[in-house]
Nanobody, 118 residues
């Protein structure tokens, strides 16, 4: 099983980025999928999740700014990030796991770096 995130980069505060996560097999269509992030010197934290039925859940810090979506046919999960802030700077990862982000199913794959400048 592989999880590969992409789409990160350097953006100014207030800007936008769209992250993608491609998973092998039927992981995306069969599971709740989530995005997580890890800033330097901090623990990895939950960002957002989307259930197999399409329900979504967001961390309070990103509500109203980030949108998670999925394309089962492409085995891909997306994270649209708007109104980015310097505190959003982190490596972003995706995984299959619980709706609230308390646990994940799979080994962590490659993340993608997001850097927001002030």
């Amino acid at each position: 099983v592989q999880l590969q995130a992409s789409g990160g980069g350097l953006v100014q505060a207030g800007g936008s980025l769209r992250l993608s996560c491609v998973a092998s097999g039927t992981i995306v269509s069969s599971n709740t999928m989530g995005w997580y992030r890890q800033a330097p010197g901090k623990q990895r934290e939950f960002v957002a999740s989307i259930s197999s039925g399409g329900s979504t859940n967001y961390a309070d810090s990103v509500k109203g700014r980030f949108t998670i979506s999925r394309d089962n046919a492409k085995n891909t999960v997306y994270l649209q990030m708007n109104s980015l802030k310097p505190e959003d700077t982190a490596v972003y990862y995706c995984n299959a796991g619980s709706f609230g982000g308390e646990w994940v199913h799979l080994p962590w794959g490659q993340g993608t770096q997001v850097t927001v400048s002030s």
